[in-house]
């Protein structure tokens, strides 16, 4: 399998959307082509599946595999640095931008976001949770749901292996996305309480199991042949309709917007099979640029909210298109300070270790 710089593209699209998303939704800006930005989540979540499932099946007992907690937590050790800088970033924004500052209210905000800080706050420990009162940053959500769906899927996948995507992740991915569809109209929920669990919960399995069915439709498709027209039809067909996302998205009723679940699916296997005019072309140019690009997807992705916060409090007038694009701009240029900041000091780290 080559390197799927296709697939780093995709994730600081669907980062940057998201950003814009949240953008749009608390400065009140009517703005059509981030409406949909939301499902852009399934998307990551996939991702993440589909390389568990890899790591799972390539391994032929060489070395043996993580237990569930020891590899969950490896997946929070990669993001950590990140994430708890973007926490005490966000946390810092939101205490100065609310005037109210004071050293008691900050220690007793600071233990109200103590779920949040351990990436816990999807456990189901807050009753009633809400946006913008229990959550700190509104897009932290899908990591704690993440960290706790691998803690469920991977022991399953690792125990069940080919069986688990040919029966349980189809089957569990329907029951979630028709509850979804059923219960909530939409797949933009996550904090609603569903028994004893988040439905954020029930998205990060659903999304998870969609990666592992990839994962295993990738190598059931290499090893068929399969007519190179209707492979190239599917790959421009299945990345037109990324633009269109974007373009049309006001126009999609919301249950149709498992369709692009599907989407993700397909662009996956053509990616990871490097199969299809735009995958190969994507697979094979600027790989340098575009691996930094999805290494910074994370950072864009944590960080964008506290400069929400401060263009809510300063710059709220400030959201027409030169605003979007001075926010474009400010967004980029901070997580890659950030990012290369952090990267210095863990290098300085390690050498004075040395």
């Known amino acids: 399998m080559k390197r799927m710089t296709s697939i780093e593209f995709l994730r600081i699209y669907a980062a ?3 950003a814009f998303l949240h953008f749009d939704q608390f400065l009140g800006t009517k703005n059509p082509l981030s409406s949909k930005a939301y499902i852009w989540v399934e998307f990551f979540l996939m991702v993440t599946g589909f390389f568990m ?3 799972i099946l390539e391994n032929n007992g060489d070395k043996p595999l993580k237990n569930p907690l020891a590899y969950t937590l490896g997946k929070a050790k990669a993001i950590w640095g990140i994430y708890a800088f973007s926490f005490f970033f966000t946390f810092a924004i939101r205490e100065i931008t609310s005037g109210k500052a004071t050293l008691k209210v900050v220690l007793s905000e600071l233990w109200h976001f ?13 009753p009633n949770p809400q946006f913008n009162t229990d959550y700190l940053n ?14 469920l899927v991977y022991p399953l996948a690792v125990r069940l292996r080919e069986k688990f995507c040919t029966t349980v992740a189809p089957l569990f991915m329907l029951a ?4 979804f569809m059923q219960s909530y109209k939409t797949m933009d929920a996550g904090n609603q309480i569903v028994l004893c669990t988040m ?7 659903a999304g998870l199991c969609g990666g592992a069915l990839s994962y295993h439709c990738f ?13 190239d039809i599917l790959n421009i067909a299945s990345w037109l309709s990324i633009p269109c996302l974007t373009i049309f998205c006001r126009h999609i009723p919301e249950p149709d917007m498992l369709v692009y679940v599907v989407v993700f ?28 690009c999805g290494s910074h997807s994370i950072a864009v992705y944590l960080l964008h909210f506290g400069i929400i916060l401060i263009w809510r409090k300063w710059l709220p007038s400030f959201i027409g298109k030169a605003g979007h694009i001075t926010y474009l701009v400010v967004l980029i240029a901070f997580s890659v300070l950030v990012l290369r900041l952090g990267q210095a000091i863990k290098k300085k780290i390690l050498r004075q270790a040395s």
Do not use: D
Not at 114 to 126: I, N, Y
Not at 220 to 228: D, E, L, S
Not at 267 to 284: D, K, T, V
């Open 114 to 126: 103590k779920w949040e800080f351990l990436m816990l706050h999807m456990a189901g420990f807050t």
């Open 176 to 179: 979630v996305y028709c509850f």
């Open 199 to 205: 439905a954020g919960n029930l998205r990060a399995v």
């Open 265 to 292: 699916l397909l662009i996956l296997i053509q990616c990871a099979a490097n199969e299809g005019p735009i995958s190969r072309f994507l697979n094979s140019h600027g790989n340098t640029v575009l691996a930094s």
């Open 219 to 231: 190598t059931v498709a290499k090893n068929r042949k399969t007519n190179k027209t209707t492979q």
């Open 16 to 18: 940057l959307s998201i």
């Open 53 to 55: 499932m890899k790591g």
């Open 138 to 151: 509104p897009s932290a959500w899908y990591l704690s749901s993440l960290l706790l769906g691998v803690l």
